[in-house]
């Protein structure tokens, strides 16, 4: 049974609401449909009336795919719907007062990490992503997200995987475009063979990959896949968390540039390979905390090998964040945690006497339960810049600054 809804709003997902709570993928607000009740949501059967930010979307896929939410909506109320997402996050935890600046975004064409699925069906290879909120796996020929390079990849890959993947098997696939090649690491549930090693390893040669892992082990590699931060070259492990953009690593290093600005001592947590801590070094004495001891170890040779004046830990600040007392020798701590915040460090920060603390985030919704954290432990937040480089997808990047009261 169908009935008729007008979207009224969008809900922090991006699915467009009703004013009974319907939620709808896929709709703009001033939305009229006709939508079929399944449960909360609400599947659109005919767009009967389009709202005013309603626009054709990019990509084929789109609808189906579940990499993007956001495509049928124009840029701009996009990227507004964004920045709003950022304030109403903080003013859910109370705190208000704050300007948001104006978000900066990314164009696209310019993801250059995608984890794909490929499962082997009959004589041919599906790859792409899952739709949403299921495990059906949407083949896709294009994808307008991706740099040039791995979006090129998507058509070779699939005749290479037909000669190893057995009927239904699933490989997941983790592609990062790298300053120096694309890094292709394989997983996928078999005993290790010499057969199968033979055959990834002919995989990336023909494909031209950097370098091409199997569940943990370099297969091949005919240049190590690396990323420059300046004057500075990390040899990345496999894997490796970047940025989703270089352009946006660039915005967020010159802002936090900006701000780290007449610190001389650093500390920077969850430093990842050192897209801050080797930002920062030129001049300065960084302190860089991560739990992926691989990561450190790359950012550290890099650090030794620029000569830079750096210090480098490998700790799970979830379990056993930097003390009060540890922290007590820096001028500002740059902070940029996973989706889940950083709780157990913020408690400690908003007890120290840092006088100024960066915190990058990839979830408003951790981000402002941390600011309320260090907020009530005497800090203020001084600047909030938001950043989309998870493009048309409900994911939104945030820089903020807070300072010693």
């Known amino acids: 049974m169908s009935e008729i809804v007008e979207i009224l709003r969008l809900g922090h997902a991006g699915d467009g609401v009703t004013a009974d709570g319907l939620f709808v993928p896929h709709t703009v607000p001033g939305d009229v449909l006709r ?3 399944e449960g909360a949501r609400g599947r659109v059967l005919e767009i009967i009336t389009p709202g005013p930010s309603r626009i054709a979307p990019a990509c084929a896929h789109f609808g189906r795919c579940g990499g993007c939410a956001l495509q049928m909506m124009a840029r ?44 082997a069906s009959g004589k041919a290879v599906s790859l792409g992503f899952y739709e949403p909120d299921s495990r059906n796996l949407v083949d896709i020929g294009q994808c307008p997200v991706l740099v040039p390079a791995l979006a090129g990849l998507i058509a070779p890959l699939k005749a290479q995987l037909a000669g190893i993947l057995r009927p239904s098997e699933t490989a997941e696939l983790h592609a990062t475009a790298t300053d120096t090649g694309i890094d292709l690491s394989v997983k996928l549930t078999r005993a290790r063979a010499p057969d199968l090693l033979m055959r990834l390893s ?83 004495s960084v302190h860089a905390v991560d ?89 203020r937040l001084a600047r909030v810049v938001p950043l989309d480089q998870f493009l048309w997808s409900a994911h939104i990047e945030l820089f903020a600054v807070f300072v010693r009261s």
């Open 291 to 379: 739990s992926a001891g691989a990561q450190i170890d790359a950012l550290e040779a890099a650090a030794k090998a620029g000569r830079a004046k750096l210090t480098a830990e490998t700790r799970d600040l979830f379990r056993r964040p930097l003390l009060a007392s540890e922290l007590a020798g820096f001028d500002c701590v740059v902070i940029d945690p996973p989706r889940p915040g950083a709780q157990g460090q913020a408690q400690v920060l908003a007890r120290s006497a840092v006088p100024k603390l960066i915190y990058v985030s990839c979830n408003p919704a951790s981000f402002a339960r941390d600011a309320r954290i260090l907020c009530d432990g005497g800090y």
């Open 76 to 119: 701009e109320p996009y990227l507004a719907w964004k920045r709003e997402q950022v304030a109403a996050a903080l003013m859910q935890r109370g705190i208000t007062g704050v300007p948001v600046e104006e978000i900066r975004a990314v164009p696209p064409g310019t993801r250059r990490r995608a984890m794909f699925k490929a499962r």
């Open 35 to 37: 939508v079929a009740r």
């Open 202 to 284: 002919k995989i990336a040669a023909g494909l031209k990959l950097a370098r091409l892992s199997w569940n943990g082990e370099t297969v091949a590699m005919e240049r190590v896949p690396a990323l420059h931060i300046g004057r500075f070259t990390v040899a990345l492990p496999p894997e490796s968390f970047l940025q989703p953009t270089v352009e946006g690593e660039r915005i967020l290093q010159e802002l936090v540039r900006e701000e780290a600005a007449g610190s001389p001592r650093l500390a920077d947590l969850f430093s990842g390979c050192g897209t801050f801590a080797l930002a920062l070094s030129d001049g300065r």
